[in-house]
């Protein structure tokens, strides 16, 4: 089977269409090349591009990053969000109008609640960190790239083994769909943690804002991309790159598969054991294990509560080596 097609048994037409872009064919049909086909194909290109020319302009025009990096995020967001709607893995993953509510306070509370939380955190990287890189730009990028991605996957994986953080993070995994717009979901306590342990680790091993800035870019992308609801796929590059298709995985219910703690690159989940795409695998459900162990989305009190609840809690799913 071709790495970046789908199974030919018929679950491949997710969203009504027939035709499917493949990486390494070109997305050629019999009937050419359809315009769903050239977008399928240019659209993480294209978002790579984005994070390629935004970076650089933002360190030659020397471009606030307080304005730069929640610009860029909407930006993404819209982009993704117009993709999710022209070419969708699957149409019935869309929001529906009280999803979209309670969505949009999910969001707003994260990051008003993240932001809060993260002026400390800022004020002690811009002491700590370097204003001007030490060594060159571009060999300091990668350096913060590895070593950023490398805190984020082991405090996620912790948030899926430890049965303390699990409480904050299964907020996350609560909805049974995996699209844009509830990549926010998720508990206040649980972003801040993760985001401050990356940005305190990037500074104190030295690394420059300007390659903090950049490095931060790129992170954001493909946090929105590998959670956007599009018909994407990336074949080999998914043993280099984050992506939906192991993004879903990470979300299934089968516990078996739900590796993938990267968001960002997968050799860490390579390295570490909780690789577990193949062409063509797919979840057959998303969400909790254990549906009841947790408040619904819309119980948004309850989800931020819930970590001080005094009841018995489910033991956290532990990836590919869990047992259901």
């Known amino acids: 089977m071709d790495e970046c097609e789908r199974s030919a048994d018929g679950e491949n037409d997710r969203n009504g269409e027939i035709d499917s872009v493949t990486y390494s064919d070109g997305g050629k049909r019999a009937g050419g ?17 984005a994070v390629v020319l935004v970076g650089a302009a933002a360190l030659v025009l020397r471009w606030d990053p307080a304005v730069v990096s929640p610009l860029f995020l909407v930006g993404t967001l819209v982009y993704l969000a117009v993709l999710e709607q022209l070419i969708p893995y699957d149409r019935s ?41 030490a060594h060159s730009l571009w060999a300091e990028i990668p350096g913060a790239l590895l070593a950023g991605s490398l805190v984020s996957y082991l405090v996620h994986r912790l948030g899926h083994t430890s049965a303390l953080l699990w409480r904050l993070h299964g907020v996350h995994h609560v909805p049974q769909k995996v699209n844009v717009a509830n990549n926010g979901v998720n508990h206040v306590l649980d972003i801040v943690l993760a985001q401050s342990l990356v940005q305190l680790t990037l500074a104190l091993l030295g690394f420059s804002r ?59 989940d390579h390295l570490f054991g909780s690789f577990t795409w193949r062409p063509g695998r797919e979840p057959a459900a998303v969400g909790l294990h254990d549906p009841a162990s947790f408040p619904g989305t819309g119980e948004i009190l309850a989800s931020l509560l819930h970590p001080w609840r005094r009841r018995p809690e489910p033991e956290p799913p532990a990836g590919p080596d869990a047992t259901p």
């Open 33 to 49: 090349i359809s315009p769903a086909s050239l977008l399928r194909a240019a659209a993480y290109p294209v978002l790579l591009l």
């Open 93 to 133: 993953w869309h929001p529906g109008k009280d999803e979209w509510r309670w969505y949009g306070v999910y969001f707003l509370l994260t990051m008003a609640g993240s932001g809060l939380a993260q002026l400390l955190v800022t004020a002690a990287v811009g002491r700590i960190a370097p204003g001007e890189p």
């Open 210 to 268: 300007p390659a903090v800035l950049v490095t931060g870019l790129f992170v954001v992308a493909q946090g929105y991309f590998v959670h956007a609801n599009i018909d994407v796929r990336i074949g080999r590059l998914n043993h280099v790159l984050a992506s939906p298709e192991q993004h879903r995985l990470h979300h299934s219910t089968d516990l078996s598969e739900a590796g993938h703690y990267g968001s960002d690159l997968s050799c860490w």
